[in-house]
């Protein structure tokens, strides 16, 4: 039987799929549960910054080929509109993953783990992926209101999320609206989510975002785009 050299023949997969841009790498948290579940309850201040710090660190690390970053829970939303390493999306998928992984491991003194998946877009798509982002965010922001109010109400993890599957959105809002909260006037960051960003050759973070489908939102990210 011939036997067949490695120098001739590639065991690798993938490694020459490559994209162009723009393109948005969009990392999670994997397995964050028992983190969030020692945060603050609905949301814990402490925990976002360090999604944002984390973020901040790869703008400034990966230069100006990542043009922003959009986060909110366990989320990071990085958008490229010049590729670093030619496109290999195998290496710009382990390079987020592996480099947000460690950040964000270093800002909660815990080892902590992201993965990441890559989304090419059009130019014109940009603005609409950032606020189908900014919606779940909303979706997100409702839902965790929701479920702390059930849990501090004796609900334990199972009987409140089952509630919620059977209660819309509006009726969620309403719940949480009998227990003093209004989520219309929560902090902007939990409803709207957190942007990262390059501005006059610095990485800048806005807490205050508008809403990115809305006319003031889009001119928001025009600005940052170009």
Same mark, same amino acid.
């Given at each position: 039987?011939?036997?067949?050299?490695?120098?001739?023949?590639?065991?690798?997969?993938?490694?020459?799929?490559?994209?162009?841009?723009?393109?948005?790498?969009?990392?999670?948290?994997?397995?964050?549960?028992?983190?969030?579940?020692?945060?603050?309850?609905?949301?814990?201040?402490?925990?976002?910054?360090?999604?944002?710090?984390?973020?901040?660190?790869?703008?400034?690390?990966?230069?100006?080929?990542?043009?922003?970053?959009?986060?909110?829970?366990?989320?990071? +939303?990085?958008? &490229?509109?010049? =590729?670093?390493?030619? %496109?290999?999306? $195998?290496?710009?998928?382990?390079?987020?993953?592996?480099? *947000?992984?460690?950040?964000?491991?270093?800002?909660?003194?815990?080892?902590?783990?992201?993965?990441?998946?890559?989304?090419?877009?059009?130019?014109?798509?940009?603005?609409?992926?950032?606020?189908?982002?900014?919606?779940?965010?909303?979706?997100?922001?409702?839902? +965790?209101?929701? &479920?702390?109010? =059930?849990?501090?109400? %004796?609900?334990? $993890?199972?009987?409140?999320?089952?509630?919620?599957?059977? *209660?819309?959105?509006?009726?969620?809002?309403?719940?949480?609206?009998?227990?003093?909260?209004?989520?219309?006037?929560?902090?902007?960051?939990?409803?709207?989510?957190?942007?990262?960003?390059?501005?006059?050759?610095?990485?800048?973070?806005?807490?205050?975002?508008?809403?990115?489908?809305?006319?003031?939102?889009?001119?928001?990210?025009?600005?940052?785009?170009?």
């Amino acid at each position: 039987m011939q036997r067949i050299s490695a120098k001739s023949t590639s065991w690798e997969i993938y490694s020459g799929l490559s994209a162009r841009a723009p393109l948005v790498v969009r990392a999670d948290g994997r397995g964050f549960k028992k983190v969030l579940e020692e945060s603050t309850k609905p949301y814990d201040i402490d925990f976002a910054r360090s999604m944002v710090s984390s973020s901040e660190r790869f703008l400034l690390d990966f230069g100006p080929s990542a043009i922003l970053a959009f986060t909110f829970s366990d989320e990071i +939303s990085l958008v &490229f509109l010049d =590729l670093p390493f030619a %496109g290999r999306v $195998e290496k710009i998928d382990s390079l987020v993953a592996g480099f *947000l992984s460690a950040a964000l491991s270093l800002e909660l003194n815990r080892l902590v783990c992201m993965d990441c998946r890559t989304i090419p877009l059009c130019p014109d798509e940009i603005i609409k992926y950032l606020a189908e982002r900014q919606d779940e965010t909303w979706r997100n922001h409702v839902f +965790s209101y929701g &479920f702390h109010m =059930l849990r501090e109400e %004796g609900l334990n $993890e199972a009987q409140a999320m089952e509630k919620l599957r059977g *209660l819309r959105e509006k009726e969620i809002h309403e719940l949480v609206f009998r227990k003093g909260i209004n989520l219309a006037r929560t902090p902007a960051w939990q409803r709207r989510g957190v942007i990262v960003c390059r501005k006059e050759g610095k990485v800048a973070t806005d807490w205050d975002v508008p809403l990115f489908s809305a006319k003031e939102g889009k001119a928001f990210l025009r600005e940052i785009i170009g």
